[in-house]
């Protein structure tokens, strides 16, 4: 975060007057106008204006296009939530995360078997059935 801090004021030094800033108005909405205070984003481009979910799009495109590898950003949606359960994540609170009404679609759709986890689940198994020395 310091790193990505420290960008974004040299970035603003860079473009100056170029450099898009955003503030909250009197209803709490986001602009570009000078409004109430001014609100500082994590994820910005280089001249601070968001990256939307159009700029990930782009960038989808270029990893398809320059590394021939079949990508889409909502991929890293059940990359995510995989990885949060093989890690020990409480299912619930991977569903309430990801927004999910129903824990079967988190469970069902966004989360996938890994290697490790069915290693791990073989040795729960051959713990449970197989006597100790």
């Not at 909250?24 to 986001?30: A, Q």
């Not at 994820?43 to 939307?52: A, H, M």
Request: charged share 25%; hydrophobic share 30%.
């Amino acid at each position: 975060m310091k790193k990505n801090k420290k960008w974004q004021v040299e970035n603003q030094l860079k473009y100056g007057e170029h450099y898009t800033h955003y503030y909250v108005d009197d209803d709490n909405r986001i602009t570009n106008d000078t409004a109430i205070e001014q609100v500082q984003f994590v994820c910005t481009k280089g001249n601070g204006e968001l990256v939307s979910p159009d700029s990930i799009k782009y960038c989808s495109r270029v990893i398809n296009y320059e590394l021939m590898i079949q990508f889409n950003f909502h991929a890293l949606r059940h990359t995510h939530a995989t990885l949060l359960i093989e890690n020990g994540a409480n299912m619930k609170d991977v569903q309430e995360r990801l927004g999910h009404s129903k824990l079967a679609t988190t469970m069902d759709t966004y989360t996938h078997v890994t290697e490790n986890m069915s290693k791990r689940t073989v040795d729960i198994f051959e713990k449970a059935v197989l006597p100790t020395e």
